[in-house]
């Protein structure tokens, strides 16, 4: 493969180069997804171990906050200094990451190791879909999604099945370590197959403008976690972080219009399309960790489901999202057309989250996966659509950032939705209690509105009936909540403007397959 940015364009080398190079990354898209699925399922048994229960939270905490806050880091200085030095170095610190975590002797060291690994994992959803962008036309990048979708789904059904088998048979050090040997391939396959060519940005990084996003995002972070349950949302605590949240993105702002070289160049958002796949995509982010928390703990809870296969429960879902997002991305390649997707999309989420907010203690199985399956129809339409055309509304040299800040507004998305429809299930969940158990309801869901089976199992039985109608009433309204929000992405999808696909089309008289691959196609506004 010539190191030019682009697959070589010999036909008997551009295919197999394409699939080796794309193997390694699928790799890497999986560890970033799998992570937090295996280690959740181990944490009990890290709790048993290294005891420090009252700081459990923070293992999954420090990653999050970690990752968010590097995300756009990461795509900015790959744009600045080379996609593929980057990118390895991110997995790199993955890697380190996940090693010191298997070694952690305590809850403090872990929780510090987990940061270690969150910083790396930052650039690993955001490497694989700039390198994809870089190497990959936006027209032929539709063949592609339905592998990156599978990828996705198979990280949500196998993560807590993976997790449980390796914690039982090899010892929870092993939900960490597991990531090295899948590293080190991905590791050899991108260094010896990928080539991009090597830049050096003579400007320097934006440190002023690093430290005030970092800030903002790590306050707004740390509100969506905490607010509700460690602290109250009226709190002095939460409404100090909203502050300095708020300072810190508005002084961020300020400064990128100064900056020499700012972190998220603010020209990226005069792209209509640009903006509004970032509004789908928080939505969308939303959503999606919305229905995925509150499914399996509706299904173990009111109808009865293991919860050791709770992945499997979410089948019906994500097979759907697999299928839309393979037929959109060929109808999105062979047509070159995509608006009717954010469109349709939109309009599946918001009807089958309604249909979610309907169900009872009555609804079977078979109801729940229909109703989840045209959730899942929507995600599918949405989920790769989106980071293909913001990556197709900017210009090259900005394709990090634009992968980056989508990947940003997706996360913030879903720390706000299981924030925002938690606090409301906890709310309902409590409100049905004490009014259908009385003093005893109140007094079983006083720590928490989410028992596990083992607490469910002891419960009297009209306590348990009761918790039952209670979670019912809780799924409704966090669902419907998710309904409403979702009509914003709809209204967004609308206004979505048609752009020509780089790449698209037949090639102008004398060009090369590089300059056809390279050259942008920016919207106006």
């Given at each position: 493969m010539a190191d030019t940015g682009t697959v070589e364009t010999k036909p008997d080398k551009q295919p197999k180069s394409v699939r080796v190079v794309l193997l390694a990354l699928m790799i890497t898209m999986m560890l970033a997804m799998l992570d937090n699925m295996i280690v959740g399922t181990a944490m009990p048994t890290i709790v048993g171990e290294l005891g420090g229960l009252e700081h459990l939270s923070w293992v999954v905490t420090a990653y999050t906050l970690a990752t968010a806050a590097s995300t756009p880091v990461w795509g900015k200085l790959g744009d600045m200094y080379g996609r593929k030095a980057t990118f390895m170095t991110s997995i790199v610190i993955f890697l380190i990451g996940s090693a010191l975590s298997g070694m952690a002797q305590n809850m403090s060291e872990l929780i510090g190791f987990r940061?270690?690994?969150?910083?790396?994992?930052?650039?690993?959803?955001?490497?694989?879909?700039?390198?994809?962008?870089?190497?990959?036309?936006?027209?032929?990048?539709?063949?592609?999604?339905?592998m990156m979708a599978g990828v996705m789904a198979l990280a949500m059904i196998g993560g807590p099945l993976v997790g449980g088998t390796i914690t039982d048979n090899w010892g929870w050090r092993w939900s960490f370590y597991i990531n090295l040997p899948l590293g080190v391939v991905a590791l050899g396959l991108i260094s010896v197959v990928l080539h991009l060519p090597k830049k050096r940005s003579k400007a320097g990084i934006d440190y002023l403008g690093v430290v005030l996003l970092t800030v903002g995002i790590t306050s707004i972070v740390l509100v969506t976690t905490w607010g509700g349950t460690e602290y109250a949302w009226t709190s002095a605590r939460i409404m100090e972080l909203i502050g300095i949240g708020v300072a810190s993105l508005i002084g961020f702002v300020f400064w990128q219009t100064k900056a020499a070289e700012p972190v998220v160049p603010l020209h990226i958002f005069r792209s209509r399309n640009f903006t509004l796949m970032s509004i789908i995509g928080f939505i969308t982010g939303f959503v999606m960790f919305g229905a995925t928390l509150f499914l399996p703990l509706y299904q173990q809870s009111v109808q009865g489901a293991s919860a050791t296969n709770s992945g499997l429960l979410l089948l019906p879902m994500l097979g759907a999202m697999l299928v839309t997002s393979m037929v959109a991305g060929r109808v999105t390649t062979n047509t070159g057309r995509y608006k009717v997707f954010p469109v349709v999309g939109s309009v599946?989420?918001?009807?089958?989250?309604?249909?979610?907010?309907?169900?009872?203690?009555?609804?079977?199985?078979?109801?729940?996966?229909?109703?989840?399956?045209?959730?899942?129809?929507?995600?599918?339409?949405?989920?790769?659509?989106?980071?293909?055309v913001a990556q197709n509304s900017v210009e090259m040299k900005d394709m990090g950032v634009a992968?980056?800040?989508?990947?940003?507004?997706?996360?913030?998305?879903?720390?706000?939705?299981?924030?925002?429809m938690g606090a409301l299930f906890n709310n309902r969940v409590q409100h049905v209690m004490a009014e259908r158990a009385g003093s005893l309801g109140s007094k079983i869901t006083e720590k928490s509105a989410q028992l596990d089976a083992k607490s469910l199992e002891k419960l009297p039985a009209v306590a348990r009936e009761a918790y039952q109608h209670a979670v019912s009433a809780g799924t409704h309204s966090a669902f419907l909540l998710g309904s409403i929000v979702a009509v914003v992405a709809l209204v967004a999808a609308v206004f979505v403007k048609e752009v020509a696909l780089r790449g698209a089309g037949p090639k102008p008289e004398g060009a090369t397959e590089e300059t056809a691959v390279q050259t942008p196609v920016v919207e106006a506004v």
């Amino acid at each position: 493969m010539a190191d030019t940015g682009t697959v070589e364009t010999k036909p008997d080398k551009q295919p197999k180069s394409v699939r080796v190079v794309l193997l390694a990354l699928m790799i890497t898209m999986m560890l970033a997804m799998l992570d937090n699925m295996i280690v959740g399922t181990a944490m009990p048994t890290i709790v048993g171990e290294l005891g420090g229960l009252e700081h459990l939270s923070w293992v999954v905490t420090a990653y999050t906050l970690a990752t968010a806050a590097s995300t756009p880091v990461w795509g900015k200085l790959g744009d600045m200094y080379g996609r593929k030095a980057t990118f390895m170095t991110s997995i790199v610190i993955f890697l380190i990451g996940s090693a010191l975590s298997g070694m952690a002797q305590n809850m403090s060291e872990l929780i510090g190791f987990r940061a270690v690994q969150g910083l790396g994992a930052g650039g690993l959803m955001v490497g694989v879909m700039a390198i994809i962008g870089d190497l990959i036309p936006p027209r032929e990048r539709g063949k592609y999604q339905g592998m990156m979708a599978g990828v996705m789904a198979l990280a949500m059904i196998g993560g807590p099945l993976v997790g449980g088998t390796i914690t039982d048979n090899w010892g929870w050090r092993w939900s960490f370590y597991i990531n090295l040997p899948l590293g080190v391939v991905a590791l050899g396959l991108i260094s010896v197959v990928l080539h991009l060519p090597k830049k050096r940005s003579k400007a320097g990084i934006d440190y002023l403008g690093v430290v005030l996003l970092t800030v903002g995002i790590t306050s707004i972070v740390l509100v969506t976690t905490w607010g509700g349950t460690e602290y109250a949302w009226t709190s002095a605590r939460i409404m100090e972080l909203i502050g300095i949240g708020v300072a810190s993105l508005i002084g961020f702002v300020f400064w990128q219009t100064k900056a020499a070289e700012p972190v998220v160049p603010l020209h990226i958002f005069r792209s209509r399309n640009f903006t509004l796949m970032s509004i789908i995509g928080f939505i969308t982010g939303f959503v999606m960790f919305g229905a995925t928390l509150f499914l399996p703990l509706y299904q173990q809870s009111v109808q009865g489901a293991s919860a050791t296969n709770s992945g499997l429960l979410l089948l019906p879902m994500l097979g759907a999202m697999l299928v839309t997002s393979m037929v959109a991305g060929r109808v999105t390649t062979n047509t070159g057309r995509y608006k009717v997707f954010p469109v349709v999309g939109s309009v599946l989420m918001i009807i089958g989250l309604y249909l979610l907010s309907t169900m009872d203690t009555g609804t079977s199985r078979f109801t729940s996966g229909v109703f989840m399956a045209v959730v899942g129809l929507g995600m599918g339409c949405l989920m790769q659509i989106t980071m293909l055309v913001a990556q197709n509304s900017v210009e090259m040299k900005d394709m990090g950032v634009a992968s980056s800040s989508t990947t940003l507004f997706r996360t913030l998305g879903s720390s706000f939705g299981v924030a925002i429809m938690g606090a409301l299930f906890n709310n309902r969940v409590q409100h049905v209690m004490a009014e259908r158990a009385g003093s005893l309801g109140s007094k079983i869901t006083e720590k928490s509105a989410q028992l596990d089976a083992k607490s469910l199992e002891k419960l009297p039985a009209v306590a348990r009936e009761a918790y039952q109608h209670a979670v019912s009433a809780g799924t409704h309204s966090a669902f419907l909540l998710g309904s409403i929000v979702a009509v914003v992405a709809l209204v967004a999808a609308v206004f979505v403007k048609e752009v020509a696909l780089r790449g698209a089309g037949p090639k102008p008289e004398g060009a090369t397959e590089e300059t056809a691959v390279q050259t942008p196609v920016v919207e106006a506004v």
